[in-house]
């Protein structure tokens, strides 16, 4: 498999969010609603793997600390990015290592992560056979469908073939498939395996598919995989409103610390109605028994440093970037207590 410098994935990255710029005009009006501080949420995906979030949005988390959320799908890390650049949105939620991409590219307001939500991957290995007693060498050679150069999903499954000794080189890794697609793909014929999040996961299982052979979540250990983050002048403006949301969010943390999957799949059914509550339920399970929620949002360095390192053994970062430029624990820490 063929590497990608930094500076490919940088230019590629930053000229797609510029392009994006240019057709998505100047940006909301930011009026209150209802007496409450408006806020826009841009999310990468819509995926039980976020449950603590939307616990906080269907509890009325939200909106008991004065927040009138609104919640939008950016369908992948370069667009939701793009949305708190432009000031589309007030709050991006995605991995942070696209905060990294534009801090590096040159950005001037650069976006600064505040709350850490998952400590682990969210994503599955599906064979298209059954694999009894898989190892992660059994992939050498194999055609597998995996995520775009630069985003987590693919690095973080790197980072596990080199933890098992593998060099990605060994693995038919495609890229090229559109982020949310590879399912689709995988159903059409392509690839022997496919790395996919829920409900695709087990979605592709319970049609007969796929089978799901290994959690990368497990596999990686604990890995910061997505946080919430905005602009460095919005966190100095509105420092009242982000320790607001980011009180809402601690308690939708602790409600699945102290709450059981079926509660908690109960609480966020409303946010995914397409999905039945026995399969809702099996992923929430899924999530939670490998330990997918941090009891907390502070972001600490050492799992910015291990981020960094994925990314440099990646070949996507060429030079570590300062924790205490990216990263703030202000607003973590004070909701914690």
Not at 102 to 129: I, P
Not at 184 to 203: D, I, L, M, N
Not at 234 to 246: D, G, P, S
Not at 273 to 278: G, V
Request: charged content about 25%.
């Amino acid at each position: 498999m063929k590497k990608l410098s930094f500076k490919k994935i940088g230019a590629v990255y930053l000229a797609a969010m510029l392009l994006m710029v240019a057709v998505s005009g100047c940006g909301k009006d930011g009026k209150p609603a209802d007496g409450k501080t408006e806020v826009v949420l841009n999310e990468v995906a819509h995926s039980i793997f976020y449950a603590p979030m939307y616990v906080a949005i269907e509890e009325g988390y939200f909106k008991d600390a004065g927040i009138e959320l609104t919640l939008v799908t950016g369908f992948g890390a370069d667009k939701t990015m793009t949305a708190v650049l432009t000031g589309e949105a007030d709050i991006g939620f995605m991995g942070s290592e696209s905060t990294i991409y534009t801090y590096v590219g040159g950005t001037e307001d650069y976006v600064v992560n505040f709350a850490q939500l998952t400590q682990r991957a969210g994503n599955f290995l599906v064979s298209r056979q059954p694999v009894e007693n898989f190892q992660w060498d059994m992939l050498k050679g194999k055609n597998v469908l995996g995520g775009r150069a630069g985003g987590m999903p693919e690095m973080v499954f790197e980072y596990i073939l080199s933890k098992n000794g593998i060099q990605p080189s060994e693995v038919k890794i495609d890229q090229s498939i559109d982020f949310g697609s590879t399912a689709a793909a995988f159903s059409g014929g392509q690839g022997e395996f496919t790395v996919e999040f829920e409900p695709h996961a087990t979605s592709l299982e319970q049609k007969g598919e796929g089978y799901i052979v290994a959690s990368l979540g497990e596999a990686s250990g604990y890995v910061p995989y997505t946080s919430f983050s905005a602009k460095k002048s919005y966190l100095e403006k509105n420092k009242e409103t982000v320790q607001a949301f980011t009180d809402a969010l601690q308690k939708g943390m602790d409600y699945v610390q102290k709450h059981t999957p079926e509660e908690i799949a109960k609480v966020i059914a409303p946010q995914f109605p397409e999905t039945d509550m026995k399969t809702l339920t099996t992923i929430v399970e899924r999530y939670y028994n490998q330990d997918t929620w941090k009891e907390n949002l502070i972001f600490e360095k050492d799992a910015f440093d291990l981020l960094q390192n994925i990314l440099q053994d990646s070949g996507v970062l060429e030079k570590k970037v300062p924790y205490e430029k990216l990263v703030t624990a202000e607003f973590a820490e004070t909701a914690a207590k």
